[in-house]
């Protein structure tokens, strides 16, 4: 198609035809949203249009889609919900993802007369979007849902939301003349890859080189970029120990020679003390934020750093740099690597030496942890039956709090095909996330780890889940509350806390199994940790969506990050 070849249609025919080329393949909603947009859908494209069980949901299960995929994931809802939506793109906004979100909103004619359900919600989605526009005029939607995918999917990818004129967007009936281009290019991350400044690859490669005791920090930016490969490869070249952050795990395998773990608050000791050791960091697409680098304790400000990003107002945001490379995460390491000097590798021995040693001792440090035969069953060891036993080119999807901590410390990938998303901080997020990337990539197996807390978030999901045959695994670490509390309630409590605290943070026990299986998936629930690698093959290949219910010990409390 080109442009100038208008032809009178509905809004919702622009819509479907529009969505369906740019390779949407579903759309998470409440209804009611693109009433007659959805109606299209059905008649012109095979578009799956899920109606979920709230906003904040649909709205996870678009970003889990968008992380696992790179393509942008698709929510909406009226404008009664809308809010709740704007809530949902909180965590997409902070991961860095590309949610559109489109809702009902006001029309020109009735505003200011207290018209029901209404609230202006514009100013809501400001702090959550890259662009957050309005649509008033039906002939504008070819080029706003351009732009809406120009800006969701380039630079530092993220969320954007469209308004549409009516409480339920019924612009969308209304006819004009239109073309539905698309533009294929910004139908997924990265749409470009912007080419560093040569000098500044050669300054920032001669000072990584020149340094006896560096260590890379591999950030989100690495993932998206697709630069993982690149990236060990240059770490291989030159001899360079990798940390990185929760978003960039899926940088490289944990069981790699050169990989240190997690470094931050969520993270794994090892990783933290070889960042907090080395002479100079290099931080590969990571916003060097309070998360990744412990509050700026790991590494602390005033270690020598270099800096590469696709986004030029994160260089040096944090940590004065001695180089800035502003470009894609790809091509730069692509270009260092063709410029390595490969012989300087070897005054690096020492420094892989002690980095590795730091490594082992974490491992001796946390060995009975992680293969504790204990019932209730020790967070760390069902982390370790996941890391042997999760498929190899699984996506594993990980909530916030002490699923995040557990996970990030003592969990490893094994292979590059496996990816890794996690929430940017919102407790519930990962079930909906989960099934939103299974809905992505089908093909793939998904392993959602989760609290009980936060699985409670979004249980209604499991309907979802049951009626569009959604083949998600979901781990539960159910301890019977939310325990990653049950520090800060110790330090107000002075130390020791009342009995009647503990309603502050635990719950009544609940056999999350059970209710998996009511609403219509698989439900097992795994007392031993002997009997989990079973459970998990059996929900692997149940060909339903699976809820795997670990009863754990309400008393283990994740390792605080060292610094
Ligand atoms: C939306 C939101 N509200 C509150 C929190 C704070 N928070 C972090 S972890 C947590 C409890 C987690 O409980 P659970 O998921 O059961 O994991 P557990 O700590 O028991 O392992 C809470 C309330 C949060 N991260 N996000
Ligand atoms: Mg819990």
Redesign the pocket.
Same mark, same amino acid.
């Given at each position: 198609m080109q442009i100038g070849h208008n032809r009178k249609m509905t809004g919702a025919q622009c819509i479907a035809d529009m969505l369906k080329g740019y390779e949407v393949t579903h759309v998470f909603h409440v209804p009611a949203v693109m009433r007659t947009a959805f109606a299209e859908m059905e008649r012109r494209t095979d578009i799956k249009r899920l109606h979920v069980h709230g906003e904040k949901s649909a709205a996870y299960m678009a970003d889990g889609y968008a992380s696992a995929s790179g393509k942008p994931g698709i929510c909406g809802a009226q404008v009664i919900g809308a809010l709740n939506l704007a809530a949902g793109l909180r965590d997409a906004w902070l991961a860095h993802s590309p949610v559109i979100a489109i809702t009902g909103g006001r029309d020109p004619k009735t505003k200011f007369r207290r018209v029901y359900q209404e609230v202006d919600d514009v100013p809501a989605f400001e702090p959550v979007t890259k662009f957050n526009a309005t649509i008033d005029d039906v002939a504008r939607l070819p080029d706003m849902i351009r732009q809406a995918f120009r800006t969701a999917v380039t630079g530092c990818p993220g969320p954007v939301h469209l308004q549409f004129r009516g409480n339920e967007g019924q612009l969308d009936a209304e006819e004009a003349d239109m073309e539905p281009l698309v533009e294929p290019q910004f139908a997924r991350v990265p749409a470009f890859r912007p080419e560093p400044d040569e000098a500044s690859v050669r300054a920032a490669l001669q000072i990584l080189q020149n340094a006896a005791r560096p260590v890379i920090v591999a950030g989100g930016g690495v993932r998206a970029s697709g630069a993982a490969a690149e990236l060990v490869a240059l770490a291989e070249a030159l001899q360079i120990p990798v940390a990185t952050s929760l978003n960039g795990k899926d940088s490289i395998p944990g069981n790699h020679p050169l990989s240190v773990g997690v470094c931050g608050s969520y993270s794994r000791e090892s990783a933290n003390r070889v960042v907090n050791a080395a002479d100079l960091v290099c931080f590969i697409g990571s916003e060097t934020g309070g998360m990744t680098t412990h509050f700026w304790a790991v590494p602390k400000i005033g270690t020598p750093a270099i800096q590469i990003d696709i986004d030029p107002e994160a260089l040096g945001r944090n940590y004065p740099l001695a180089a800035a490379v502003n470009g894609d995460a790809k091509v730069t390491l692509t270009r260092m690597l063709a410029h390595a000097d490969h012989a300087s590798a070897g005054k690096r021995k020492a420094w892989i030496a002690e980095a590795q040693k730091i490594c082992g001792e974490w491992r001796d440090k946390y060995k009975d942890a992680l293969n504790a035969d204990a019932a209730p069953i020790r967070?760390e060891r069902l982390c370790h039956e996941l890391s042997k036993h999760v498929p190899d080119d699984a996506i594993v999807v990980v909530?916030? =709090? @002490?699923?995040g901590m557990?996970m990030g410390g003592m969990f490893d990938l094994t292979s590059p095909r496996q990816s890794y998303i996690r929430?940017a =901080? @919102?407790?519930?997020?990962a079930f909906p996330a989960g099934l939103g990337a299974k809905c992505a990539v089908p093909e793939r197996p998904v392993v959602t780890f989760?609290?009980?807390?936060?699985?409670?978030?979004h249980i209604a999901e499991i309907e979802t889940a049951a009626r569009w045959n959604i083949n998600a695994v979901t781990v539960v670490?159910?301890?019977?509350?939310?325990?990653?509390?049950?520090r800060g309630f110790d330090r107000v409590y002075g130390g020791k806390q009342t009995d009647k605290a503990r309603e502050l943070?635990t719950?009544r026990q609940t056999n999350f199994a059970r209710i998996a299986e009511d609403m219509g998936a698989l439900g097992i629930r795994v007392e031993q940790a002997s009997a989990f690698p079973a459970a998990l093959a059996q929900a692997l290949a149940a060909n339903r969506p699976a809820v795997i219910d670990v009863v754990?010990d309400?008393d283990?409390l994740?390792p605080v990050a060292v610094s």
């Open positions: 967070p909530d916030t =709090g @002490h699923a557990w929430s =901080g @919102h407790l519930g997020w989760t609290g009980d807390a936060g699985f409670w978030y670490n159910n301890n019977g509350g939310g325990n990653q509390s049950k943070w719950f754990t309400i283990a994740a």
